[in-house]
Nanobody
Framework: QVQLLESGGGLVQPGGSLRLTCAAFGSGLANYAMGWYRQAPGKGPEVVAIITSVVRTNYVDSVKGRFTVSRDNEQNTVKLQMNYLKPEGTDVYYC??????????????WGQGTQVTASS
């Protein structure tokens, strides 16, 4: 099994940037597809970014050009660089891992989340 721990969330001004970090424990991530999803209060989860084991990336349309997902297998971490954040209120961002190297749409593990608030 693998445990995921997200960090880096906080309060940011609209148009600002944050970098989220996901650290994995218990298993290496080299052969996992990884990614991030977010959830706003009262809404369902939304997959934001995916990065496969061969570093192919996919993003939901709403964040394309603004968010960048990356991975460092030596550090066993996945990061989400978020630029030009929109005033969307509060979302909790979760890191996930999928045994399928190319992501099969069904994450196997996820963390406890880190809260991101974009507000003036």
């Amino acid at each position: 099994q693998v445990q995921l721990l997200e960090s880096g969330g906080g309060l940011v001004q609209p148009g600002g940037s944050l970098r989220l970090t996901c650290a994995a424990f218990g298993s290496g991530l080299a052969n996992y597809a990884m990614g991030w999803y977010r959830q706003a209060p009262g809404k369902g989860p939304e997959v934001v970014a995916i990065i496969t084991s061969v570093v192919r990336t996919n993003y939901v349309d709403s964040v394309k050009g603004r968010f960048t997902v990356s991975r460092d297998n030596e550090q066993n971490t996945v990061k989400l660089q978020m630029n030009y954040l929109k005033p969307e209120g509060t979302d909790v961002y979760y890191c996930f891992a999928d045994h399928s190297r190319n992501y099969d749409g069904e994450p196997d593990y996820w963390g406890q989340g880190t809260q991101v608030t974009a507000s003036s």
